[in-house]
Every structure is written in C-alpha cells, then in structure tokens.
C-alpha cells in the first residue's frame, strides 16, 4: 500500500511539473500574452486532469515570478522582459556560485572525468544536429544538478532545484530559437563553458570554478534576454516581472 501511495504521489507529482512546463513555454514563446487570463476548469480540461495539480501549477508558477493570483479574478500572466532575465540570471550566479565552490572537492573525481570527457566531444563537434541539442541540454542539466547535490547546504540545494525549472525554460525557449534558425553556435560555447567549471572542479580550484561558473552564466543570460524577448516583446507594456516593492 505504501508503495501505491508513492507512485501516486510521484504521477501527481510529474502532472504538476508538466504542467508548468507548458505554461513557462507557452509564456516565452509569446502564444500567453501579459495580461492574459488561465482558468483553472479550462486547464483542467486541456490537460485532462484534476483542480488539484492545476492549482499546485499555478501557486508555484506565481512562487517564480510568471503569473500573478488576484482574488476574484485568478491568474493573470505578468510579463517577461530582458531586464526581467537579467535580475533572475544575477540571482542565479548567486546562487551556483555558492553551490559550485562548497561542491569543490566533494564531487566524485571520475564523474567529473566522464562530464569532461562529453564536454570536449561537443566542443568539438564541426556540424552540430538536433540530436547535438539534446544531448548539449542532458550534460547541462546533469552539471548543474550534481553541483547542487553536492553543495553540502540543503536550503541552497532546494532553493536551486525550485529555480531550476524557470532556468531550463528561458534555456530550451532559446535553444528552440536557435534550432529555428539552424545556427548551433551555442552548443560549442556552452561546451567551452561548462568544460572550465568541470576542469576547475577537477583541479580543486574553488575561485577558479567559482569564477567559471560566473562566466557561464553571464553568457547565458544574454543568450536567454535576445531570444525571449523575441517572443514576448509587445506593447502597451503591462506591469514588469518583478515590480519594485514599497
């Protein structure tokens, strides 16, 4: 019995994460505009599922930032734009950072070696495919992850995994873009980037990581503004992301 509650909290789980995957895509590719309107009976039925993983969807969607929850009127999508992408990359440097330079000297030596060893196969890679892509996304997505579960600070490991899916979003909405447009550049930056985390890892050097990690997402974070707000630029502009407070 206890392994069927498991599983069931596992799917719930999995619809919920769905969910807000779709509704961070829709958001970033520009199909949810500022301002518009998500019914919670209409994605019940679009997704065909319960109020409860609906509801779960939206109240994490508003914990990042992406739609607001007003009495009497539900919730309502804020706007995204560059400045917006700047703010949330400036807290995730932050943040990994932190994580990348408590991990130093914690993280199993012969991961490092194999992340490294696919990092260098795509730095080389002369004519990237989409194929190229996903794999560029899987080893991104593994780096960042064994980074925070080795940062050793449980609330900083939580704080990355809540954000981490707000970070993949603005990250798959600009490698969409650049598939769009059949331009991979991005994948051999990215390799050279994530090659000198790994390499700093190796060496035990926490600055040295610290201040590759920095670079990386920097990068990105231009990256991400030119390619989502693409999409969602449009006027009149409603309120920002994040507005200032007082």
Sequence with gaps: MATASRSLQCEHGLRRQSIVESVL???????????????????????????????????????????????????I????????????????????????????????????????????????VRVPRLETVVRARSLDSRLHDLIAAQCGNAFLAHELGRLKTLFRAFRDV???????K??????????????????KLLAGDRRGASQAMAGHIISGGKYWSRAVSRFTSAKPKPPSLFPPKG
């Design 25 to 75: 895509r829709e958001v970033f590719q520009g199909r949810l505009k500022a301002g518009a309107h998500l019914v919670t009976q209409d994605l019940a039925h679009q997704f065909g599922v319960s109020h409860t993983p609906i509801r779960e969807a939206l109240i994490f969607l508003s914990g990042i930032g992406i739609i607001d929850l007003v009495p009497n009127r539900g919730a």
């Design 77 to 124: 999508v804020r706007r995204v734009a560059a400045r917006d992408i700047r703010e949330v990359c400036q807290v995730r440097r932050a943040l990994e950072c932190q994580a990348v330079r408590s991990a130093c000297g914690k993280i199993d030596g012969v991961e490092l070696t194999a992340l490294a060893s696919e990092f260098r196969k795509l730095k080389n």
């Design 174 to 180: 600009a490698w969409e873009h650049q598939e769009a």
């Design 182 to 199: 059949q331009d991979f550049a991005r994948v051999t930056v990215e390799a050279h980037e994530h090659l000198a985390i790994v390499e």
